[in-house]
C-alpha cells in the first residue's frame, strides 16, 4: 500500500483547507486509515479516522466540530476537510492506514505542511 498525501498551505486563522490521502496498491487490505499530526518540538498527534468503507469518522477531542474526515470511493481517497483552522492546527499532516489486525499503523504516507497565520 502506498499512500500520498496532499493539500497542505499557508492559511490565515478562520480559513479551511482540504489534505487528501491518495491510496494505491494492494488497498484491499486496508481496514481504516488515520489522520496524524507533528507540530515542532511536540510529539505526534492522532487527528481523526475512519474505516476504508467510509464509515465511523472519529476525531480527537481537538478537532472535534471542525474537520471532517470522508472517503472518495472511486478515488480510494480520504479526504481530511479543515475548517476554522487556528493558529495551534499549524503541524506537520500525515495520513495512514492499517489493517483490521494489528491495530497500529503500517503504512505511512509522507508528511503535508499545514501553516496557520494568526
Known amino acids: 500500500v502506498q499512500l500520498q498525501a496532499s493539500g497542505g498551505g499557508l492559511v490565515q486563522a478562520g480559513a479551511s483547507l482540504r489534505l487528501a490521502c491518495a491510496a494505491s496498491g494492494s488497498t484491499l487490505g486496508i481496514y481504516a486509515v488515520g489522520w496524524f499530526r507533528q507540530a515542532p518540538g511536540k510529539e505526534r498527534e492522532f487527528v481523526g479516522s475512519?474505516?476504508?468503507?467510509?464509515?465511523?469518522?472519529y476525531y480527537a477531542d481537538s478537532v472535534k466540530g471542525r474537520f471532517t474526515i470522508a472517503k472518495d470511493h472511486a478515488r480510494d481517497t480520504v479526504y481530511l476537510q479543515m475548517d476554522n483552522l487556528q493558529f495551534e492546527d499549524t503541524a506537520v499532516y500525515y495520513c495512514?492506514?492499517?489493517?483490521?489486525?494489528?491495530?497500529?499503523?503500517?503504512?505511512w504516507g509522507q508528511g503535508t505542511q499545514v501553516t496557520v497565520s494568526s
Open positions: 495512514a492506514a492499517r489493517k483490521n489486525r494489528p491495530t497500529q499503523y503500517q503504512w
Open positions: 475512519i474505516a476504508w468503507n467510509g464509515r465511523n469518522p
